[in-house]
């Protein structure tokens, strides 16, 4: 065999053993790649199942208590309040929301539907928590402040309950008064959010006029 043959052989020999370790190492990076990514998602938190969709009885439920909150904090603001408009809005609160509440019970009783909050449903926590705490502040602009913020944060999300409600919603029925409902839960956020202006606004115009005297 001459010299040149035999070093062609071993340049093929030494070029196959590099493909083979090359190919070997490409699939033990593959196989490591692929356990990493089990682990990964192995040890990753499954993502939380999407809430089903609500039913007709589900929003019953929810926009009675809804309603229900808003009314009794509304009676509250309508005596303990200190600032007029925070008292007109409460009596205003009280009396509407009295009356949509009465609209969706009457609507319910006529289609024979049961009112069941959806599993998730926190909303008699909260709207009970508040409550709870405004009865234990004391009257003043405090008071009027945390009526008025939470006014606005609840009617807020009364909107966006109504809109998610008017597309889940079957009974044509029940989406007639969501529809009859929602320019009045406009009506209340777009005020409550006036209100929450002016009492933001007062405390600092009281302020200028104060270190308007103590200037010489």
Not at 128 to 139: F, I, V
Not at 158 to 172: E, F, K, R, W, Y
Not at 186 to 214: E, N, V
């Amino acid at each position: 065999m001459s010299i040149r043959l035999a070093r062609g052989i071993a340049l093929v020999g030494a070029s196959a053993l590099w493909a083979a370790c090359a190919k070997n190492d490409n699939k033990t990076d593959s196989t490591a790649a692929a356990d990493s990514a089990a682990k990964a998602a192995a040890a990753a938190p499954a993502p939380a199942p999407a809430p089903p969709p609500l039913n007709d009885a589900n929003i019953a439920a929810l926009l009675d208590e809804a309603n229900a909150g808003d009314s009794a904090n509304g009676n509250l603001a309508s005596t303990k309040g200190t600032n007029a408009q925070v008292k007109e809005f409460g009596r205003t609160m009280m009396r509407d929301h009295h009356a949509l509440r009465k609209a969706g019970q009457d609507l319910a009783k006529k289609l024979n539907l049961t009112p069941a909050p959806p599993a998730n449903d926190t909303l008699p926590q909260a709207a009970q928590k508040m409550h709870d705490s405004l009865n234990a502040m004391a009257k003043g602009a405090a008071w009027d402040k945390a009526y008025i913020d939470n006014e606005v944060a609840v009617h807020q999300s009364v909107l966006s309950l109504l809109q998610a409600a008017q597309g889940a919603a079957q009974d044509t029925s029940l989406k007639a008064l969501i529809t009859k409902a929602t320019p009045n839960i406009q009506a209340h956020l777009t005020k409550a959010q006036d209100i929450q202006s002016k009492l933001g606004a007062a405390p600092a115009a009281g302020a200028a006029d104060s270190g308007k005297k103590k200037s010489p």
